[in-house]
């Protein structure tokens, strides 16, 4: 398949935020999704030669998700993941039998569902894994600052700069909308996968962290600048 060709993705999820930030996310990562909200509605909208892969909640309005995962799997043979706030064994059993390839908690971090997805299409069909959408780039560079996508590395003047998962994840994002104000909602969407609810101050904790080691000074930063009632900037100029 064409690198540069877009996955096409159907998602079966009742949540509209959820469904939405998913969409939101996946797209900028070279898919291209459609939506459906109810599980009647999907399988008879459903047409599997436009159709790569399948994220499906279990909790649907119209046809539960394993019902429409037994039907889809009829008559579709890309791989389904399943999407659910349930931790039951037996729902998991269920769906593996019911043709589901794999499992994924809610809420979970879009990141992680990426991940998950590049690695059930690689072990599903080793022809779109190998293919499957890179990131926007490989290789960000900002002055003296260097952001290695594929390889979760990131120098700073030469020197390694040692980031937890979340740490990248956040400092990736922002560089990726570098000269955009990013609010709390914005960046806390895209790392959490939830919505912000104005009172977690977890973004604020991992950008003070991401200044103390990228060497920004905390009370004037100038790398990851501070919007007053906004939120936050990466400057791409001021890396040197």
Known sequence: MDAAKKLRLLLIEDDVRLAQLVRDYLEQENFHISIEHRGDTALANFKPDSIDLV?????????DGLKVCSSLRKVFSGPILILTAKSSDIDHVMGLELGADDFVHKPIEPPVLLARLRALLRRTHPALGHDSPAPVAELLKFGGLNINMQ?????LHGEAVELTTQEFDLLSFLARNAGKVLSRDDIFNNIRGIEYDGLDRTVDVRISRLRKKLQDNSTHAQRIKTIWGKGYLFVAEAWD
């Not at 994220?55 to 046809?63: A, K, R, S, T, V």
């Not at 390889?151 to 120098?155: C, G, R």
């Open 151 to 155: 390889a979760h590395d990131v120098k």
């Open 55 to 63: 994220i499906l909640d279990l909790m649907l309005p119209g046809m």
